[in-house]
């Protein structure tokens, strides 16, 4: 029996989302520059290079855009690290290793996305929205990271506790993201990646040097 031929986009769908795209792409850029607090949708519209009213045509209040935003944050960053995930292979050192870099890509370690996610950690009236909306990727993520540092220290005879191991690792990460963009000496993302590294190696000296993976 046949299979249905796939649903393609209509232009007009296809339209309205490239044109959310534009206006979500847009708020991040908006609130790196000026905070969660300061971003307004006329700000928005100006940066997209479009008319307030079709700002208000997608998303209707301020709120519904900076919710969808944040999922789309949240989205990017959970499809970023299971692609580096599934490339990696089945050694757990080579895993951890994946997920470590891939916080650091080009796509995702920019001065602005960066931005917007410290606006929406600092903002208290954000926790409920973060929760809603990076809920579950965050605890996709965590899941994972304590799974591959339970089977690293299994393989590699280590002491230590993979939960709180991994804690560490995500911290120290989530560290070095906020100070790339607020320290007063500024250093490289690939600075910032030994300084994850250099973490990853305490506990794994075996498999982690300076530069990553032995």
Known sequence: ??????????????????????????????????????????????RAGISHGLV?????????????????????YRENWDAALAAAGPQPASQLDAMIRADFVPAICTPVRLSAWLSFWGEAQSRPLYQERCGENDRLYITKLEAVCAALL??????GDPILISRVLRVTTEGVWVD???????????????????????????????DGLL
């Open 1 to 46: 029996m046949s299979q249905p031929a796939p649903t393609i986009p209509t232009p007009r769908k296809l339209s309205r989302e490239i044109r959310r795209t534009q206006v979500i792409e847009a708020t991040i850029e908006v609130l790196a520059a000026n905070g969660y607090a300061r971003t307004t949708l006329t700000d928005v519209a100006r």
């Open 154 to 159: 299994s393989e590699g005879g280590y002491p």
């Open 180 to 210: 790339l963009i607020s320290t007063r000496e500024p250093y490289s993302p690939t600075e910032a990646l030994q300084t994850v590294h250099a973490a990853a190696m305490a506990f794994f000296p075996r498999h982690f040097g300076a």
């Open 56 to 76: 208000l045509f997608h998303f209707q209040t301020k709120e519904a855009l900076l919710a969808e935003t944040l999922g789309y944050l949240s989205d990017e």
